[in-house]
């Protein structure tokens, strides 16, 4: 069974930064689409970032150009580095996979970790 473990998040003073990781196994990393996702409470999960087999990155309109994505396949890890982060960045980070060409409903989700922006 695929797992993803994350870590990395706590509680941050706004303007501070944090870097999530996340690990993966019993999947082939390098034909999976990776991502981080976010659930605030009382709202629907949302997308934070995602990173393509080929390096490809989209960001939430939200978090570009303080959030950066990145992917070490050797280490099966996905990263996250976010940074001026505001109180509204604060929820629960969800990492997301995907291989790569399968429809919705394919992807696998870890734990999650809590990230708390403080004001």
């Known amino acids: 069974q695929v797992q993803l473990v994350e870590s990395g998040g706590g509680l941050v003073q706004a303007g501070g930064s944090l870097r999530l990781s996340c690990v993966a196994s019993?999947?082939?990393?390098?034909?999976?689409?990776m991502g981080w996702y976010r659930q605030a409470p009382g709202k629907q999960r949302e997308l934070v970032a995602t990173i393509t087999s080929g390096g490809t990155t989209n960001y939430a309109d939200s978090v570009k150009g303080r959030f950066t994505i990145s992917r070490d396949n050797a280490r099966k890890m996905v990263v996250l580095e976010m940074n001026s982060l505001k109180p509204e960045d604060s929820g629960v980070y969800y990492c997301?996979?995907?291989?790569?060409?399968?429809?919705?409903?394919?992807?696998?989700w870890g734990q999650g970790t809590q990230v708390t922006v403080s004001s």
């Open positions: 997301w996979r995907r291989p790569e060409g399968t429809p919705v409903g394919y992807e696998s």
């Open positions: 019993r999947i082939i990393f390098t034909i999976n689409a």
